[in-house]
């Protein structure tokens, strides 16, 4: 064998023998555990604006419950399943909170270990199979179209040593991952809706009327204690009949109309629907069941003997410069914390050591009868109808702090005039 043969001959062998210790050679597996690391939880969301609804359910581990909320879009417009089906303000929400979702992706594996779950927190708080009461997480569901899922998610602890990861889970999977999450998910109610009550602004505002009254529920009479008239002058407000010596106090009387203008919704209760159709006609009588008046009643509504609705807290007229005219009939006290208080119970009673004077309150508005314009009546029946269209559905529940600066009386507005020097 030449020289050169041996040699091709050895670098041959040597090849062989090289393959064959690769291919024998022990290598080392990557846990099946970590095959998924790095991709999308839900790659087939891809537009926010798909979303067609949101559920946000959380644990409540004093009552031992969950605690569902949910937007959705039904018939050309948001609302809030929850509590009543009231509108929603919620389109760009639901939307940042779908863009949140799209793309996550599952950074780290941490465990596929049914018993970690708890303390994970990514329990279910839907599951009905699983004893524990702790470890619940918040589940967040979307949903598009003819209610295919889009996104469903059970977010549970923050993960440990990893700032803005939160340990996550896919309902009805085993694997726990920690996740970078940015995402604002609100359940509520207030974050959803718009929360200005009156749609008013104080500078609008040039005449408020207190009207002091209570009503005997049984017989329908109306004790008239007081009624008070004030009007704008300038910065300052005047009041008809004032004692010697007295004077409006302009600082709560501002304080007044700029408690009117923030007023705040924190809860909702339908009306039935016979006396919001009641409540929205223009022009006519009244007439409504005798189930209308127990719903009326039992929010602290009645009617007077010539037929006046009214209210067992007095009411407060506000006029203002377009010729608007609001009339906010405050009733009864409204229980209740959290879900309780803005979409309330099936039976709302005070439950022990229950605190707070929130209350229910009615509004609608009417069209100064005074005005004469036929531009500015125009402009104003149109702003009537809305409002009204807006109102005529709900009792309010309102904060017991934004009832007491609304709820006033002749002496809480008249002040000492200053002595001369």
């Not at 040039?206 to 007081?226: A, F, H, M, N, P």
């Not at 409504?288 to 009411?315: A, P």
Request: charged fraction near 30%.
């Amino acid at each position: 064998m030449t020289e050169t043969r041996r040699t091709i001959y050895y670098a041959g062998v040597a090849l062989l023998l090289a393959g064959l210790a690769f291919a024998v050679a022990p290598r080392q597996k990557m846990p099946q555990a970590f095959f998924d690391q790095g991709q999308q939880f839900f790659p087939d969301f891809t537009d926010p604006n798909s979303a067609r609804s949101l559920e946000v359910v959380d644990w409540d581990e004093a009552t031992g419950q969950p605690v569902p909320f949910k937007v959705t879009f039904e018939n050309g417009r948001w609302t809030i399943p929850s509590h009543h089906g009231y509108p929603a303000d919620g389109k760009d929400r639901l939307a940042k909170t779908a863009a949140g979702l799209i793309g996550l992706t599952k950074d780290d594996f941490r465990t596929d270990n049914v018993a970690d779950h708890e303390a994970c927190g990514v329990i279910d708080p839907l599951d009905n199979t699983v004893q524990s009461l702790k470890g619940r997480g918040r589940r967040v569901t979307i949903k598009g179209d003819n209610g295919v899922v889009l996104a469903d998610l059970i977010i549970g602890k923050a993960f440990e040593g990893r700032e803005g990861f939160r340990l996550v889970r896919v309902p009805g999977q085993k694997r726990v991952y920690g996740a970078r999450i940015n995402v604002d998910i609100s359940t509520k109610f207030k974050d959803w809706i718009d929360p200005d009550l009156t749609m008013i602004e104080k500078d609008e505002i040039d005449r408020v009327e207190l009207r002091d009254y209570s009503i005997d529920e049984q017989s329908g009479r109306l004790d008239q204690r007081d009624n008070v008239v004030l009007n704008r002058d300038g910065e300052a407000w005047k009041m008809a009949g004032l004692p010697a010596g007295k004077d409006v106090d302009t600082y709560k009387m501002n304080n007044l109309v700029k408690a009117v203008d923030e007023l705040s919704i924190e809860g909702v209760r339908p009306k039935p629907d016979g006396l919001t159709a009641s409540l929205q006609r223009a022009s006519g009588g009244i007439s409504i069941t005798q189930s209308d008046l127990e719903s009326l009643q039992s929010h602290g509504y009645y009617f007077s003997r010539d037929g006046r609705l009214v209210s067992n807290e007095g009411e407060l007229q506000v006029h203002t410069k377009d010729g608007v005219m609001y009339t906010l009939r405050f009733g009864e006290v409204a229980f209740g914390q959290g879900t309780a208080l803005s979409a309330g119970d099936s039976v709302e009673t005070r439950k022990p050591g229950q605190t707070g004077e929130n209350r229910y309150i009615m509004i609608s508005a009417s069209l100064d009868p005074t005005l004469k314009d036929a531009k500015a009546i125009d402009a104003a029946k149109k702003r009537v109808d809305d409002l009204n269209g807006r109102f005529a559905k709900w009792y309010y529940v309102i904060s017991a702090e934004s009832f007491d600066s609304i709820h006033l009386r002749r002496k809480d507005l008249v002040k000492d005039k200053p002595k001369a020097s």
